[in-house]
């Protein structure tokens, strides 16, 4: 069955009933399953969608690599309600105690650690903000500067290794998890660098946002102490897949035991909290793969239009360099980024653009090729965690923050964006810092 209408038309059809859905506050994964159905039923009918449900929500939720989802989820959720954030922050302060603005990059600091052990941007920038955040304004920062400094360090919450957007993109892009994790590594330092230098910058140009000295205590013993379950779980769960003794699910599942035991050993859990930590991991799980029977449906409808590979072939006659046409895509998502979710982002955008960067000629391996791009994705939507009109993160923070108005919280990110997007730019323009770690991996 068809209506008769353009590709052109159907397509932008699609899209249409996906944002109307969308702007009238509907799940994510509703509104594309919708568009979806709408999409498909408008070009094949009903007999095919029921066909094609019929096979692809067993076919998509019966992969074993999606196991490392949940997994890692958990794993976040032991570490959030285990305690492990104010011993990150507190070590993180004594360190950086000496540097003006030090309690700001302590912030940052503790939001890597916590993102190694996390994979979550959201959850990271959250639980580090009920710490950080008290100490912060209690010192004399400025709200603006705080908020901003937390809702930018918990975006290394997906930059910083295991990432579950990224767990995502290796998944849709059918690539190796362990070199995914591998590339975001020099990223992600680079990421917390960056920030760190925006704070000492900020400080000295714009004066009146933070101390001229912070109060931290002295790094001690037992301050060393409270930091050691951290490492050893980030040793334990990456060295032990790089060393090749367990794979990436596994690895998650070793990490979700071990972050468990290290909040029974500092009596933080309860049974109340343990079971959140499961409510919370079914409950984020559960929408994640929704949205991934979603964007499959979308998706389906759209590759019936046949307009991604006309696209393609467009693109591929406007004699563009790759690197430009990389660099258009980042744009899209930059602006893809003021009405979507990362995951969303990702699951719905990816079956699209990853056939069309991989028909490009980059003078690289096609698996470089596609870790790099999917480093740049990781990248441009960190971006849009923090950039308004939505910037997520930063409603987040700002939400803990009640007396601090959301226009100086997006004020406070701005130093954080120009930081983004200069490591974006190289990045882009020099592929080789992304794939340095992968080039030691079998």
């Avoid at 929500?57 to 949940?70: E, G, H, N, T």
């Avoid at 499959?296 to 591929?316: E, F, H, K, R, S």
């Avoid at 740049?376 to 997520?392: K, S």
Wanted: glycine share 10%; hydrophobic share 60%; net charge neutral.
């Amino acid at each position: 069955m068809s209506l008769g209408l353009s590709p052109l038309t159907l397509t932008i059809g699609i899209f249409a009933i996906m944002l109307v859905l969308m702007a009238l506050r509907t799940p994510i994964a509703v509104a594309m399953f919708v568009a979806g159905v709408a999409g498909y039923v408008a070009q094949a009918g009903w007999l095919p969608l029921a066909n094609f449900l019929n096979t692809q929500a067993f076919a998509r939720f019966a992969s074993y690599d999606l196991s490392v989802i949940p997994l890692f989820i958990l794993m976040g959720n032991f570490a959030t309600q285990g305690g492990i954030s104010r011993a990150l922050f507190e070590f993180a302060a004594a360190v950086m105690a000496r540097f003006r603005g030090g309690l700001a990059m302590a912030g940052v600091l503790a939001c890597a650690a916590f993102g190694a052990i996390c994979g979550s941007s959201v959850a990271t920038a959250a639980t580090i903000t009920q710490v950080a955040l008290p100490e912060m304004r209690r010192h004399g920062y400025s709200g603006r500067l705080a908020t901003g400094t937390l809702a930018a360090g918990g975006t290394l919450g997906i930059l910083v290794p295991p990432s579950v957007p990224l767990v995502i993109y290796a998944i849709l892009a059918e690539q190796n998890i362990a070199k995914m994790f591998a590339a975001a590594m020099v990223p992600g330092v680079i990421a917390m660098l960056g920030y760190m230098v925006a704070i000492a910058i900020y400080v000295r140009v714009v004066p009146g946002h933070a101390p001229e000295h912070d109060d931290a205590p002295r790094l001690s013993g037992a301050l060393l102490w409270g930091v050691g379950p951290i490492a050893i779980i980030f040793l334990l769960v990456f060295g032990g897949i790089y060393g090749g003794y367990f794979t990436p699910t596994e690895g998650a599942a070793v990490g979700a035991a071990s972050t468990f035991i290290a909040a029974l050993l500092k009596r933080e859990i309860d049974w109340r909290k343990f079971k959140h930590c499961f409510y919370a991991t079914a409950e984020s799980s559960a929408m994640i793969f929704l949205i991934f029977l979603g964007a499959d449906l979308m998706n389906a409808a759209l590759a019936l239009t046949q307009v991604p590979a006309q696209l393609a072939g467009t693109v591929a006659g406007w004699g563009l360099s790759p690197v430009m046409v990389v660099a258009a895509i980042l744009l899209f998502y930059v602006v893809l980024g003021a009405v979507m979710d990362e995951l969303s982002m990702i699951l719905l955008t990816i079956p699209i653009f990853f056939p069309l960067v991989m028909g490009l000629d980059f003078g690289m391996p096609k698996e470089s090729v596609a870790i790099w791009f999917g480093i740049m994705v990781l990248m441009t939507v960190g971006f849009g965690l923090l950039a308004p009109p939505v910037g997520l993160n930063v409603y987040i923070v700002n939400g803990m923050a009640r007396d601090v108005p959301i226009g100086e919280s997006y004020r406070g990110v701005m130093p954080f964006l120009i930081t983004d997007t200069l490591r974006t730019i190289v990045l882009l323009l020099f592929p080789a810092i992304s794939l340095w770690l992968v080039k030691f991996l079998k």
